[in-house]
């Protein structure tokens, strides 16, 4: 194949990045610089900035425990982004859903686009659960409007509801639906700020003890799809 389309697929780089890094001078294929247009195979020996990437069509996906103040994007725009947690055979894996920059916790990246999709698409219904500490005790007359559903811009939204601590500021929060920053303005529009949101579950997955800014390779579990 062309080796900007190989440089795209091992990387996640978009086609013309990939072409302006060959342009450059940086990608090298079998210790010479590549030339635009050049053909390789997965038996040649690609390098972008000295470091091999490989074009294995195996599918991957990982599990990574995303720090606060991360944005879940490539180009951040002066905000540090995802990828700078990952090394560069991780940087084709693409984001299953998102986390705002000023969440944290579980987010899967994945080549799967079965997996990602059957993990997004809302006729699957997977559910999510996340650990939430808003700035203020909610009150009982709030908790059962959030439960029962309040009315956003976009629609309509309910939250599942479960105090972890006794100062009523501290919740669990269970919903299958993943829309931009969805919690933060359901608890909005009943006066709440977000203090604090972490995502502990997402399907099948469980972030369990992974430390934060850590990563791990995981499996495909067939049996949430």
């Known amino acids: ?13 978009s086609r013309r990045a990939a072409d302006q ?4 001078g940086r990608v090298a294929a079998n210790g010479r610089r590549a030339e635009a247009g050049q053909q390789v195979s997965s038996a040649d020996t690609i390098t972008l900035d000295g470091r091999p990437v490989s074009g294995s069509d195996r599918a991957m ?3 990574l425990n995303k720090p606060a103040g991360y944005v879940v994007s490539r180009a951040g725009q002066g905000s540090r982004t995802i990828y700078d947690l990952l090394p560069a055979e991780y940087h084709r894996l693409k984001p299953v859903g998102r986390l705002d920059k000023d969440s944290s916790g579980l987010l899967l990246l994945t080549s799967d686009g079965q997996l990602a999709n059957q993990l997004t698409h809302p006729r699957y219904n997977k559910t999510k659960l996340y650990e939430v500490e808003l700035d203020k ?22 939250l599942q509801l479960k105090a972890l601590e006794s100062n009523q500021k501290s919740w669990q929060v269970v919903m299958s639906e993943g829309r931009n920053r969805q919690i933060r303005r359901t608890f909005a529009a009943r006066g709440y700020t977000v203090a604090g949101l972490y995502r502990t579950n997402f ?16 499996s495909v579990q067939k049996q949430y799809l």
């Open 137 to 158: 005790p909610l009150t009982v007359a709030d908790k059962k409007a959030i439960e029962q559903g309040v009315e956003l811009e976009d629609g309509p939204s309910a």
């Open 1 to 13: 194949m062309r080796i900007n389309v190989f440089i795209a697929k091992a990387t996640g780089l």
């Open 61 to 63: 996906t990982i599990m």
């Open 203 to 218: 399907g099948g997955y469980n972030l369990g003890e992974l430390p934060k800014g850590k990563y791990q390779e995981v």
């Open 21 to 24: 890094a060959i342009l450059e």
